[in-house]
T-cell receptor
Framework: DGGITQSPKYLFRKEGQNVTLSCEQN?????MYWYRQDPGQGLRLIYY???????QKGDIAEGYSVSREKKESFPLTVTSAQKNPTAFYLC?????????????FGPGTRLTVL | GDSVTQMEGPVTLSEEAFLTINCTYT??????LFWYVQYPGEGLQLLLK?????DKGSNKGFEATYRKETTSFHLEKGSVQVSDSAVYFC???????????FGKGITLSVRP
């Protein structure tokens, strides 16, 4: 089955630790995205990548980092510099970044920082 | 910049009631418009979309019409079911290489 997988579903970390969230897609999509979801605030874009080895900051990139070494993978690292990292993180992909194309979402990772 | 405004929630309805969820937008040019649905504990799923003025998107009994004159994309369903209980997000995508802009989402609860 084609789709987007995110792992793990739940993640707990101590304050001050970096943590990496996985996102993999087998849809052969060019573009991938990371969003953060907080209650009552909708989704906010963290980073996006339109092609391998290239990525751009979204609206709330501070305290996060990404890499795009392979077309199918777009891991997100939440660093200790992120002031309030507890949130639900969603990864998405779309076929062609520049077209009015649909974004498909993964199931999400809920990160809790203790 | 682009923005999406959704009506305040949450919304609670009885089964078989009529549903309207309002969505208005601000954007330059001619955006594409989307409704996404999020069931508890899951990611978002595309519910329907419209890419130009007067287009009507429809899926699973839900409909929304792209109204350029009122900059709106209201979601409607004639008879809701308990299984429609979820969070609904309106979103737009502007021109080429543009990101999705989401509304804040609204929680719908349907009582048996």
């Amino acid at each position: 089955d084609g789709g987007i997988t995110q792992s793990p579903k739940y993640l707990f970390r101590k304050e001050g630790q970096n943590v990496t969230l996985s996102c993999e897609q087998n849809l052969n999509h060019d573009a991938m995205y990371w969003y953060r979801q907080d209650p009552g605030q909708g989704l906010r874009l963290i980073y996006y990548s339109q092609i391998v080895n290239d990525f751009q900051k979204g609206d709330i990139a501070e305290g996060y980092s990404v890499s795009r070494e392979k077309k199918e993978s777009f891991p997100l690292t939440v660093t200790s510099a992120q002031k309030n990292p507890t949130a639900f993180y969603l990864c998405a992909s779309s076929m062609v970044a520049g077209a009015p194309d649909t974004q498909y979402f993964g199931p999400g990772t809920r990160l809790t920082v203790l | 910049g682009d923005s999406v405004t959704q009506m305040e929630g949450p919304v609670t309805l009885s089964e078989e009631a009529f549903l309207t969820i309002n969505c208005t937008y601000t954007a330059t040019g001619y955006p594409s418009l989307f409704w996404y649905v999020q069931y508890p504990g899951e990611g978002l799923q595309l519910l329907l979309k419209a890419t130009k003025a007067d287009d009507k998107g429809s899926n699973k009994g839900f409909e929304a019409t792209y109204r350029k004159e009122t900059t709106s994309f209201h979601l409607e369903k004639g008879s809701v079911q308990v299984s429609d209980s979820a969070v609904y997000f309106c979103a737009l995508r502007g021109g080429a290489n543009s990101k999705l802009t989401f509304g804040k989402g609204i929680t719908l609860s349907v009582r048996p």
